[in-house]
Structure formats: C-alpha cells, structure tokens
C-alpha cells in the first residue's frame, strides 16, 4: 500500500510533551519525503504555545474523548460532539487521507473512519486503555499487574458514589478497549506497553513495537559541565520527585538540582524541599522549550529518571543520552529498552532513595 496523504489526530497540537515532540519529529521526516500530511487536534491552543508543525494545515475540533459519556444525560455535550464529527466527516472527505493515524486520543474516530473504508493505525503512548488509574498505580502507591477489569472496581480504583462520573469513565474505557481490540495495526512504543496490552486481551498480532526516536544533535561547541543535577518532566505523583529530593538529601558534596516542568504537586513538593533543608539546592525552572533542555543537557552532570510508575518508554533520557548526558533512572516499565546499566547509565529501585 502506497501512502501519499496522512491524517493525523492528537488530542493537543502543541508541544507540551514527548508524544508532541515525537509527532514533531516524524512530521518533518515526512514531509522531507513529499507525504501530504494533516493535522487535527482535539483542544486549542493557548495564547503564545509553540505548535507541533506550524507549516501544515491543522484544525481543532473540540474534544471526543470518552470523559463525555456524561453527554447520556447531557444534551448538550452530545450535541457538540455530534457537530465535531460532523466536522471530522468533512474533514476526511475533503482530504481523502489514505491513512488515518491516532495519537493520544480516546474517542470513537477508529469506528467513523472504518466506516469510511479508510485504514486505521492506533499508536498507544500510555495505559489509558489497561488503567482507569492512567498511572497502573494502586491506591497503595504500589504497581498494579492486573488486567483491566472487575479487580478495577473491587481494590477501589474506581470511587462508586453519589457521582457517578468515575464508573461512567471506567465503562467507557471498557468499551474503548474493545473497540481497540478490533484494529489490524496498533502501535506501541516499548515491548512493555506491548505485554501491558496483550494482557488487556489486545491480540498480539495486531501489536507492532516501534520505539521513540528523536533527531541527533548538530556537532555544537561544548559547554562546561556544572555540578548540576537535572529532572525534566511532569510534577505528578507517579515521577517520584519526593523520592528524588530524600536522595538529594543524602548527598554531601554540594551540587543543584534543575527542575523543567511543571504539575499539580508543585506546591506541595516546594513545601517538602523546604522542610528537608534543600531549598537552596533546588531551581524550578517551570517548562523549557526543547532549544532551552538542549542547553541544560549540555551543562548538567546527570539526568535524573526517579520515576515510581511503569514508564512507558522514557523519550527525556534518549535526549539526554544524544548529548553525552549520562542518566540514572528507576529500573520500571521500558525504561531498560533504552537504558544500558552500566554503560550508558544506571538502572535503580524504584522508591529507594539510598
């Protein structure tokens, strides 16, 4: 099969993560190859954020995603997804893709575009599908190993209350995951994810393993390396940055830690620096564009992977590595797809900070 014009679909059209820089990436590799490509995305952007490929045509539809199977008793929710899809239809039909590609969405486009006749290919960056969760974390903090199912309901995954939101969700994702299940090419990013789908009940023929790439660095002038330590990522519970800091406390030769990104446990994770005494140890950078993390991969000592959650893959310490950063990372998830213990870093237990 010959593809000359290519739909892709993500949830955001900026670059606000490894799965936009991944887009980005590819995107450019092929349009340098003359492919026809478009993008839709599901959200708008926010005044001044740098868009994924600026030089293609995008449009924004507005969400699909099956947090709004609230719409059963909201009309109006199901009224605007209705006119998205509407939207969607047009958009297929004036471009005629020969491939439709989905990103880090969760909605019913496969069963639109199959009804089109046009081929769908389900890349699967994360475990929305295997975890109601999204982190395969237990309420414990402990790594869940289950399938996706009754256990979700019963170990408290899934709040059964007044709201029936959650298990509303959670029936979607059930029906997503089915769904899924009937597509002929799906993509995963590590074996791990792969193994985390096929206990899903996703068949293992449909599954293909293509790991994340990023672009090799121009030969640049080399910077003089600081004694900085450099965490780059979300602040969210599942990254073990509090372990990170109870490491951080543990050192007595004097250094700084970088800190690019943000999250919902900031304001809580500036309180625990403040009571382990690290307050003057720790910058918080905030989000840094990927011409400012290159600079920072370039000065740092080493990059910091003190993830609690099974990593999906890991794209930070790959950018890392392309700069002769060495990284030390928990030893979860796909993280030792790309990490080689002793060579090119360091692979640790995770919630073990000595």
Known sequence: MTVRRLLEINAVGTLVGGVERTLQVVGRELLRHGLDLRHIYLHPAEPGQAMILPEIRWEVLGDLSPQNHSEAVHPKVRDRRQRAL???????????????????????????????????????????????????????????????????????????????????????????????????????????????????????????????????????????????????????????????????????????????????????????????????????LGHRSYEELTALYRQCRLLVVPSLWDEPFGLVGLEAMAHALPVVASDVGGTREWLRDGRSGMLVKPDAPG
């Not at 019963?154 to 509303?168: I, N």
């Not at 206990?199 to 994340?212: M, N």
């Not at 951080?248 to 943000?262: D, I, T, Y």
């Open 86 to 284: 509407a939207r969607l239809e047009k958009v297929v039909a004036e471009f005629r893709p020969d491939v439709i590609h989905l990103n880090n969405i969760y909605s019913p486009i496969p069963l639109l575009a199959r009804v089109a006749g046009i081929p769908v290919v389900r890349t699967v960056h994360d475990y929305r599908f295997a975890c109601v969760r999204l982190t395969k974390l237990l309420r414990s903090g402990r790594r869940c190993t289950n399938a996706p199912g009754i256990r979700c309901l019963l170990r408290g995954c899934v709040p059964l209350g007044s709201d029936p939101t959650p298990l509303l969700d959670f029936l979607a994702r059930t029906e997503e995951l089915e769904r899924y299940r009937d597509l002929s090419f799906i993509v995963t990013k590590s074996e791990h994810v792969k193994r985390t789908l096929v206990q899903a009940g996703v068949p293992s023929r449909s599954l293909t393993v293509i790991p994340c790439c990023i672009p090799l660095p121009a030969p640049s002038e080399s910077l003089p390396r600081r004694d900085w330590l450099l965490y780059v990522g979300r602040m969210s519970v599942e990254k073990g940055i509090d372990r990170l800091f109870e490491a951080c406390r543990l050192v007595s030769r004097g250094f700084r830690l970088k800190l690019a990104g943000e999250g919902p446990e900031r304001p809580r994770l500036e309180r625990l620096a403040e009571r382990l005494g690290l307050v003057d140890r720790v910058d918080w």
